[in-house]
């Protein structure tokens, strides 16, 4: 099966005042057609950089694609005009941010945002526009569509919002949706809803999703595959069976291990990971895991580990994985 | 049993809403609804609830931080909810609170050793010396190194920064702390480090915690016993391990269905409940969730469950259980 996104090599810079922080350092997957891939890390590692990466929106002049290769449906995408570019974003590409009050526009309608894409990107006319719109409205769930065309995103709950803002992305039917923590402000019995509503409309529309998520619980439910970053790298990927059934990479362990589950004991000691992220300025040589890494040798200080199989599908980037 | 360190009984706040053209109050708030609950010394009571249910403000409530418009507080054998401020001043050092963001609870200008020395001019302790003695101490309880002390919040990453939110908590030795979502800010690998704190501080120090926040794996974690919230009334409490084994109310079910778990074989079918939150300014008649409830039948719309007794210190407010008894 030839993948629907091909990402390799992926390094993406940032100019800040304090010096260059490489935020993406050779990142490298594939998302299959129609299947769900997740992108897992902790704040700063980056996930979401990857993600405008992909849809080419970096804040500029801060950001920059230094090198590496970004494959959309055989389209190398860094390479890209501009004008190619937009007509993929929010057409073939949509994407769904993570705080759906700062994504939506507070001063236009719903309606008015939801047709916008359709005039840019399709030949609809006013009239169908709006028919479109509404049916897309009623299929991620909102109730009463042709009232909530004409309202504010300020008159919508959460959830609404955050449907909205799916509806957006989904309009243009596109094959790759790119969820940015679309839960994450949620509530649970509202994120619950939005999960599933993200699986039915895939199932319904064939799209493939990219998940980016800090919960591995989300991961676990919604996605085929699992790739976790670590400040800047890909140190694991596999199928979601092959990282939780067996995780490799001394930090997926941690992850795993440290989440109170509720069938864990009540006020039992949780196994946490000591330490904390470096920061990206002053990155140490090596491994970047290895201030927090309880199986750190000597050679982890000075040699960058490379990615490695572990069995077909499954990868890992650690020099010492064979012997823990 | 003993006496509880903590009891509410039928506390309400209700916050005014104004509006029109004399910005007249017409309509209120029922964020806290008439909640009674006990906290034992030496326990942690865990408050789960969606957004917007009242959590916050009735952690607030108790810690007098906002005044309640009518029931009891007691706690440590006096009434609170009505002292003065001045009369309020002994009985903070016993109750203190832990907030969600320490960036916006800590003040910015001011040094970690200024932040951790406040409480304990404000009631009066010791010298400078013996004051500044017990800051490094503190330090060294919440695991930070000495040299802290001189350094500004934003020096500080987010677990760091909750571990001088807590440091400052527990600097007066308090019985009760109110931690209100004190983790959720926070990365998963740093979320571990700090409840592990929380749970050895109380072991060390007999601390109470009522313990605040909408994340239902943690709160089970930490806690003995847990109350439900909905939208500003507590509709089911008991042992954790219960709550969870065997929920009554179907709010509390779907509560703990919409869970993710970390587990790929574990798909779930899940009951999602539609719609959102009511509004609290004008909450549904009769039983409060009756319109997202899946089991709701003829009394539900119509009135308001009372709370019953189940075997285990366990309470519920459902329409179902008294249908079971009856049967």
Redesign the interface.
């Known amino acids: 099966m030839t993948n629907l996104l091909e990402i390799c090599d992926l390094v993406t810079e940032f100019e800040t005042d304090e010096g260059l922080v490489r935020a993406v350092d050779e990142v490298s997957f594939e998302v299959k057609p129609g299947c769900t891939l997740g992108l897992v890390g902790e704040s700063g590692c980056g996930k979401s950089v990857t993600a405008l990466s992909i849809m080419q929106l970096l804040p500029n002049p801060a950001g920059k694609i230094v090198s590496g290769k970004i494959f959309f449906q055989g389209l190398e995408l860094t390479q890209l005009p501009i004008q190619e570019m937009e007509n993929l974003r929010g057409n073939e590409i949509g994407m769904v941010f993570q705080e759906p009050m700062t994504a939506l526009n507070p001063v236009q309608t719903i309606g008015r945002q939801l047709t916008e894409v359709l005039y840019l990107h399709t030949d609809h006319n006013e009239t169908s526009a709006i028919q479109a719109a509404l049916a897309m409205l009623e299929k991620v769930g909102i109730p009463s569509p042709e009232i909530r065309m004409s309202e504010y995103p300020h008159q919508l709950s959460g959830g609404m919002r955050q449907r909205a803002l799916i509806a957006i992305a989904l309009v243009c039917n596109p094959t790759l949706l790119i969820a940015d923590e679309p839960t994450t402000a949620l509530d649970v019995t509202i994120q619950a809803q939005i999960l599933d509503l993200i699986e039915n409309l895939q199932q319904q529309l064939g799209m493939a999703v990219l998940m980016i998520t800090h919960d591995l619980g989300v991961i676990a439910e919604t996605c085929q595959d699992v790739v976790v970053m670590y400040a800047g790298k890909v140190v694991e990927k596999g199928s979601v069976f092959d990282v939780f059934d067996h995780p490799t990479h001394p930090y997926t362990r941690g992850l795993l291990k440290s989440i109170p589950r509720l069938d864990s004991r009540a006020k039992s000691k949780l196994d946490a990971i000591d330490g904390m992220v470096p920061g990206l300025l002053d990155l140490p040589p090596g491994c970047r895991f290895q201030n927090r890494c309880p199986h750190k040798t000597p050679e982890c200080e000075s040699t960058s580990p490379s990615i490695e199989t572990v069995s077909p599908g499954h990868q890992v980037s650690c020099l010492n994985w064979k012997d823990l | 049993m003993n006496n509880p360190l903590l009891t509410v009984n039928n506390l309400k706040l209700h916050f005014p809403v104004k509006s029109g053209l004399f910005h007249r109050t017409r309509l209120y708030n029922r964020a806290v609804d008439g909640v009674n609950l006990q906290v034992q010394s030496g326990e ?1 009571l865990g408050l789960v609830g ?2 917007g249910c009242g959590k916050t403000s009735l952690g607030r409530c108790i810690a007098r931080l906002y005044n309640p418009t009518s029931g009891e507080i007691h706690f440590d054998g006096q009434e609170i909810s009505h002292l003065t401020a001045k009369a309020m001043l002994p009985i903070r050092q016993d109750i203190q609170m832990i907030f969600q963001d320490p960036m916006e609870s800590l003040n910015a200008r001011h040094t970690v050793g200024d932040i951790l020395e406040e409480p304990l001019i404000i009631h009066k302790t010791g010298n400078q010396a013996s004051r500044r003695q017990r800051v490094r101490s503190l330090l060294d309880i919440v695991g930070l190194p000495t040299r802290s002390i001189s350094r500004y919040p934003f020096e500080f ?1 987010g ?2 920064r909750q571990r001088i939110g807590i440091a400052r908590a527990i600097a007066m030795n308090p019985k009760l702390i109110i931690c209100d979502e004190p983790v959720s800010a926070l ?7 700090i ?2 704190l929380l ?1 050895e501080l109380q072991q060390e120090f007999g601390l109470s915690y009522l313990f605040i926040a ?5 709160v ?5 016993r847990i109350a439900i919230m909905y939208l500003g009334k507590i509709i089911e409490e008991g042992p ?2 219960l709550i ?1 084994a065997q929920a009554m109310h179907p709010y509390t079910e ?15 079918e ?1 009951a ?3 719609g ?2 009511p509004s609290p300014i004008n909450p549904p008649t009769g039983c409060r969730f009756h319109p997202r409830c899946p089991k709701q039948f003829g009394p539900c719309g119509g009135t308001e469950p009372a709370t019953r007794m189940l075997p285990g210190q366990h309470q519920v407010s459902c329409h179902l259980t008294e249908l079971q008894d009856a049967s």
Do not use: C, F, M, W
Request: proline share 8%.
């Open positions: 942690t969606e957004s990453s677990g760091q990365d998963v690998s740093i979320q571990s480090q409840l592990n749970i909408h994340d239902l794996a943690v089970k974690h930490v806690s003995d954790s391990d969870y779907s509560l703990i269905n919409a869970i993710p778990i970390p587990d790929p074989h574990r798909k779930p899940r999602i409940i539609s959102d939150v």
